[in-house]
């Protein structure tokens, strides 16, 4: 090729994009998850990290960490204008490209990757395929679009920006109690329900490159050459400068199509709306409180609509507001699923709908119906012992409280609290 970046910090990046290209582009990694286990793989990017069938604590139970299920790294071009030079306009130009495909950084249902969980997840997404991605949010439409390139020759260009896009699945790993071949119990890091998909990219490179050019397959740089009409280049006595690329706004519809219709089902599935009432809720006759262990607050629902589940003190002004019942219970592979009904005002444990994404955001009650932000997976210490770990089935997120006081909220937390305050006494009355 005969164009040149402006610096040589700028030809590096070049060099290196050329040489790696051909590496772990465009590659799907299938990544064992725990059930896979048995058969020597295991689901932790490094070995410090925890790996399912692990031994965990009581402390554990209300904490969880994420697994890389699976990976797809695909070159992507963000930025990309086709550009014409001619024997008197070569030398350095500076060119505005247009957007091509945005893509920008999420994990689950939240794009604001502001929980330790979202972060663990896409360091250790980085940290298996070897590539220093995002893991704060962010997303390319944000970039600066002007590419600086001294243009040696005369030619039809494609002078781009791009990325490596990777998205994949998740998993969590959660502690729960779990039998032993002989018969007694352990508590063990497990494959948890929850599992989700995200989506993040890799530092942005930028270049030039004619359809002549011979280009490693499954480049950045070859993505962008074949965004140029090479069938119908431009012809000699066209003037120097932009040139509109047939294939670069077909691919430009598409992407944003697509980014319309993800963002139409995010909309739908953060819907609002109240949640169909459940006709009649089938609990458990057991009634229960929900204590710190070793200490004398429990969970109090409140008694007003605008308030949270709170640590209280039981005594006799409580009003059965410390009292929960287990309803439509199920269980698959140990874990427990549940709402929690509360006796005192008749309502069920729910994340608000409207803060359900964020981090740290209030448990309360709300009427009854059928709706995941109102069901619970609940993990158990080994039988004998009472200790529970709660979490939201809609947001995947932990139960627990920042700091022992009466009157704190029950909150939820990505990840848990790391120093146990998410572990908790299910105590029968």
């Known amino acids: 090729m005969s164009h040149s970046r402006i610096s040589g910090r700028r030809a590096k990046g070049l060099i290196a994009l050329i040489t790696t290209a051909a590496s772990t582009l465009a590659a799907t990694i299938a990544v064992a998850g725990p059930a896979a286990a048995a058969q020597g793989a295991t689901p932790a990017a490094n070995a410090g990290a925890v790996q399912a069938g692990q031994s965990c604590t009581a402390a554990d139970l209300g904490k969880r960490h994420p697994f890389i299920k699976s990976t797809e ?9 086709g550009w014409f030079v001619t024997a008197g306009s070569t030398g350095y130009q500076n060119v505005t490209t247009s957007t091509q495909t945005t893509i920008s950084v999420s994990v689950g249902l939240n794009g604001e990757i502001k929980g330790d969980f979202a972060v663990e997840a896409l360091g250790s997404v980085g940290a298996m395929l070897g590539l220093n991605v995002q893991v704060n949010y962010s997303s390319t439409s944000s970039e600066s679009t002007s590419v600086s390139w001294n243009f040696n020759d005369p030619g039809y260009y494609g002078v781009y920006k791009g990325t490596k896009k990777v998205t994949g699945t998740y998993g969590s790993l959660n502690c729960n109690r779990a039998q032993q071949g002989d018969g007694s119990w352990a508590l063990k890091w497990i494959e948890g329900p929850d599992s989700g998909s995200y989506t993040t990219y890799t530092t942005l490179e930028e270049g030039a490159v004619r359809c002549e050019d011979k280009v490693p397959a499954n480049s950045i740089m070859r993505k962008a050459q074949g965004l140029l009409d090479c069938e119908t280049p431009p012809r000699a ?10 294939k670069a706004t077909a691919a430009r519809n598409a992407a944003a199509k697509d980014t319309a219709k993800g963002a139409a089902g995010t909309a739908a ?32 629902a409140p008694a007003l609509a605008n308030d949270g589940v709170r640590l209280r003190e039981s005594n006799w002004t409580s009003a059965h507001l410390d009292n929960w019942r287990l309803c439509n219970v199920t269980e698959r592979n140990g874990v427990i699923e549940a709402s929690l009904w509360n006796w005192g005002n008749g309502g069920c ?9 964020q981090e740290q955001a209030y448990l309360t009650t709300a009427a009854c119906g059928e709706d995941d932000l109102q069901r619970f997976y609940i993990y158990r210490d080994v039988p004998g012992g009472s200790k529970v770990g ?3 089935k ?31 006494d299910l105590v029968r009355v």
Not at 407 to 420: A, M, T
């Open 390 to 392: 709660l979490q939201n």
């Open 349 to 357: 444990a729910t994340i608000p709908a409207n803060i359900a994404n």
């Open 73 to 81: 790294v695909v070159p992507t071009i963000t930025h990309f204008k």
């Open 269 to 300: 599935t953060a819907r609002t709306s109240a949640p169909a009432t459940r006709a009649a809720l089938n609990c458990q006759s057991d009634v229960y409180r929900i204590h710190v262990p070793g200490k004398a607050l429990n969970w109090s």
């Open 237 to 246: 006595g066209h003037a120097p400068g932009p040139v509109a690329s047939a």
């Open 394 to 424: 809609y947001t995947g997120s932990m139960l627990g409280h920042d700091r022992y006081a009466d009157g704190e909220l029950i909150r939820q937390y990505s990840s848990g609290r790391p120093d146990g305050t998410g572990t908790y």
